[in-house]
């Protein structure tokens, strides 16, 4: 069985990165009919918030990417607990005492010699009393003890992976306060939840080679493992600058479409091209994590807006009629309106200046030169309501009276209907307008 974790901290809003790491492990389990776990890494009391958790909720449920079983760490304390006293029992966890200045003056010294800074084991070498001292004068933290290998793992998108656990501090896996930190209960739970694959992103590298050396010592086999790339802004900027503007909820408000969202995602950083599909199941069957690149992957949220235009315009009436009762349009003018402001329109929020221009009529955008042209075209429209002759009765009337025709005289006319130089077919148009411009 494929089981898989999407595991965010309930800390912040999730992001355009988070998404990435959710939907990748949401294909893997959906395209085997395996398991996605939605686990909220909540073991920080300080950070984790409720209203977060519940944010992460709706924002996986907007997008379509449910989860079969739902886990909190902060209610698995007893297991993490359980695990490292099976760590301590067998000599790999073991209790240090170097406040955070001391650590960073270890540091500090190691660099000027121009050795990693890694730490030295120090606490390995207390004798009992002088542990018993350093405990009641300002309390233990527990660091998993590696062994100095080579740390091998084929990864699902950077390959074979080999790393030298001597270039690694031995992991801090508890604190002197007591809290469990992410790196032994993500293992707990990754075991115990029987996880197969974990994807996730590049800067857990390190992590993975040290969760596999504890997934070890507990007596468990590593899941498989993947890191894919991190995101850049469009520049090649880190994305982290910007992740206030690109949080999942901003993008809802901005009117992006899931769609957009899932379909740029599936595929942006792999050799497959980006295909709009709002059919997780079809995205799912096409997903192939062996096409992805480990270079970091650009991501311009500016290319949403085409693939949201392309989502929204392909919407049947049926699936926009609330929005449409929305903005005030009456039901026997739904599908008339539909029909000439789906090609207009990029976000559903647009369609509410295309109502308005319907509703309450445009200023004139008319040139000086168009001036005369426009006031004798006026007097030949007969008041509105206007059927759907009227906008070729009105310009073959204009013509025949003015003479112009073409561009010439088509654009000076929509100009003052709707004061712009675009929009939808004039014919479909006019019977949805009901004012005739002053001018
Ligand atoms: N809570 C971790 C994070 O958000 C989970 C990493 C993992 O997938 O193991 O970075």
Known sequence: ???????????????????RTALFNHLIARKAQGRFILRLDDTDPERSRPEYADAIREDLTWLGLGWDREERQSARLDRYEAAAERLRETGRLYECFETPTELDLKRKRQLAMGRPPVYDRAALRLDEA???????????????????????????????????????????????????LYTLASVVDDVEMEVSHVVRGSDHVTNTATQIQIIGALGATPPAFAHHSLLTGAQGEALSKRLGTLSLRDLRARGIAPAALLSLMARLGSSQPVELSDDLDQIAAAFDLAQFGAAPTRFDEADLLPLTRAHVQALPLEAVRADLAA?????????????????????????????????DGATPDVAPEDADF?????????????????????????????????????????????GRDHGPDMGDLMPLLRHKPEF
Request: charged residues 25%; aromatic residues 10%.
């Open 374 to 418: 426009v006031r004798v075209a006026l007097e030949l429209l007969p008041p509105p309501p206007w059927g759907p002759e009227a906008w070729s009765s009105w310009t073959t009337a204009v013509r025949e009276a003015t003479g112009r025709k073409g561009r010439g005289l088509f654009m000076p006319l929509r100009k003052a209907l709707t």
């Open 130 to 180: 002088e542990k018993a001292r350093l405990r009641a004068e300002r309390g233990g933290y527990w660091r998993f003890r590696l062994d100095q290998s080579r740390i091998e793992w084929e990864d699902g998108i950077l390959g074979p992976v080999s790393i030298d656990a001597a270039s690694v501090s031995d992991p801090v896996l508890i604190r002197a306060d007591g809290q469990v």
């Open 327 to 359: 903005i005030g349009v009456p039901e026997d003018q739904e599908a008339l309106f539909w029909k000439v402001a789906r090609e207009n329109i990029t976000v559903l929020a647009d369609l509410e200046d295309w109502w308005r221009l319907c509703r």
């Open 1 to 19: 069985m494929i089981v898989t974790r999407f595991a965010p901290s309930p800390t912040g809003f999730l992001h355009v990165g988070n998404l």
